[in-house]
């Protein structure tokens, strides 16, 4: 008997899979159902989609290559970090051994100018006392204020040298930073792939 059959699919019955008096079960295919009209049929389904199969690997591929690309550039920047952090390792020893060399130099300065200090001290109580000339005081006082130039100027050396360091450890603090970042960025990408 006659029944309505609905189906999802809109179109026209091109073929029929059983007739009348058929016995069917579920899952058995009834009839054959094509475009209401055959301009919505596109004869170069199959092509495209293995074109668009071929896409997608060829995606694949840009991916993976992308994963290694990345791969490379994370060994290439822990490389350069390294490096970047050897050569400040490096500069800062050699800062480390002039700041030596400058405390060594201060001490000299220091023992330079207490003693011209101390002779200068004593030259102004023997000219006091009228032992000595004014020109030998002034001799004295020369030599004491050159004294005190020299300690300032090793002074103001060695300053700058612990500056130098101070700024030489915060670049290295930066660089280390820098290369963090960009490492993790190109891992996200790398991930992302």
């Given at each position: ?16 899979w059983v007739k009348e008096g058929d016995v069917v079960k579920k ?167």
């Open positions: 008997r006659p029944q309505e059959i609905n189906s999802p699919i809109p179109g026209k019955i091109v073929k029929w899952g058995d295919t009834i009839l054959q159902i094509s475009e209401i009209k055959e301009d919505y049929l596109d004869p170069n389904l199959v092509g495209r989609t293995q074109q668009q199969v071929d896409a997608k690997k060829g995606a694949i591929n840009y991916y993976q290559g992308k994963i290694t690309t990345t791969g490379t550039q994370i060994e290439a920047l822990n490389l350069a970090k390294k490096l970047k952090i050897e050569q400040l390792n490096n500069k800062l020893a050699q800062l480390e051994n002039k700041l030596t060399g400058e405390k060594a130099e201060l001490i000299a300065a220091e023992n330079e100018f207490n003693l011209a200090k101390d002779q200068y001290e004593r030259q102004q109580k023997m000219f006091a006392d009228g032992l000595v000339s004014k020109t030998q005081l002034q001799q004295r006082n020369l030599l004491y204020q050159n004294a005190l130039a020299k300690k300032i100027m090793v002074e103001n050396k060695l300053a700058q040298t612990q500056q130098e360091t101070t700024n030489v450890k915060i670049e290295q603090n930066s660089v280390e930073q820098d290369y963090t970042e960009k490492i993790s960025k190109i891992e996200g990408d790398r991930f992302q792939s």
